[in-house]
């Protein structure tokens, strides 16, 4: 039987900006070779496949081009959007995710935001790799590392904007993915960011989520304050509102539906 499939923006309230996430609701698990085809065939930094577990409860994966990922904050945003818009879900009711880096929530709230709850990824100041400032071509303020990416503080958003990396060397260190960051000038914003994964099938994300979960800790110890805005200065751009708590990180945004369609290649047909 034909499967609708979803694309969402992400981290975003217009079309086309923040991050496409495509998101696809299936009625059990089909084998992974399927799951990893339809990744590669949408192409896009991810795409979120649910399997419902109870009326506001959902089993969660998330695939890139290359690989299977452990945490994604955009598809999940795009996850949460897309079920209450589609009547996968009850409209008002918090959504539980179960995923590979335990339970996540999604909370609707009456700016017309959604709400995560997700696990702080908090980055501890280290040496740089070997190639990394190679790679990215600057001007390091302080480097870092939490358990899948590196942190590259930047002075200004002039240098974070400059940045052109070597994704063949950015490739070869031993990561996720590199998040850059610098203090924001723009108004409304506190900290802006770009992320780099090479290794992951994404040269450059539009909008992570899931480093945010590391920059929100980076820039409220700095700041020293717990509620912050950042912006993610890739060429689509996106707003991504962080409030910490107790050792999660609240990620807050908006969405927008752009596509829906339907895939006609079933697990039946490609297993």
């Keep these: 039987m034909p499967i609708t499939l979803y694309v969402v923006d992400a981290f ?19 084998n992974d070779f399927w799951l990893a085809a339809v990744a590669r065939e949408m192409n896009l930094s991810e795409t979120a496949f649910l399997v419902p577990l109870g009326e506001a409860e959902f089993d969660l ?19 949460a959007h897309a079920l209450r818009e589609r009547g996968h879900a009850p409209a008002g009711r918090q959504l539980h995710f ?35 400032l190679t790679a990215l071509g600057a001007k390091a303020v302080a480097v870092a590392r939490n358990k899948t990416d590196y942190l590259v503080e930047v002075a200004s958003p002039v240098e974070l904007s400059g940045i052109k990396p070597d994704f063949r060397t950015l490739a070869a260190v031993e990561c996720r993915g590199v998040m850059v960051t610098s203090p924001s000038d723009r108004p409304g914003f506190d900290f802006e ?3 780099f ?6 040269d450059e994300d539009p909008v992570t989520g899931s480093a945010h979960c590391c920059l929100a800790g980076w820039w409220g110890d700095k700041l020293g304050r717990d509620d912050l ?22 990620l807050i945004g908006r969405a927008v539906t752009v596509t829906v369609g339907t895939i006609l290649a079933t697990p039946e047909l490609t297993s």
């Design 12 to 30: 975003t309230d217009r079309p086309f900006a923040g991050n496409p996430a495509a998101v696809c609701v299936l009625e059990a698990w089909p």
């Design 61 to 79: 994966r998330w695939f890139t081009p290359a690989v299977e990922v452990d945490l994604c904050g955009h598809a999940t945003l795009a996850s």
């Design 98 to 132: 179960r995923t590979r880096s335990g339970l996540l929530t999604a909370d609707p709230l009456t700016s017309g935001e959604i709400e995560l709850d997700f696990p702080a990824q908090d980055a501890t100041p280290c040496d740089p790799p070997a190639g990394l």
């Design 193 to 195: 960011s770009r992320f």
């Design 197 to 202: 994964a090479p290794a992951s099938g994404i």
């Design 229 to 250: 805005t950042g912006y993610q200065a890739s060429a689509r751009g996106g707003v991504v509102r962080v409030v910490r708590r107790q050792g999660r990180v609240a």
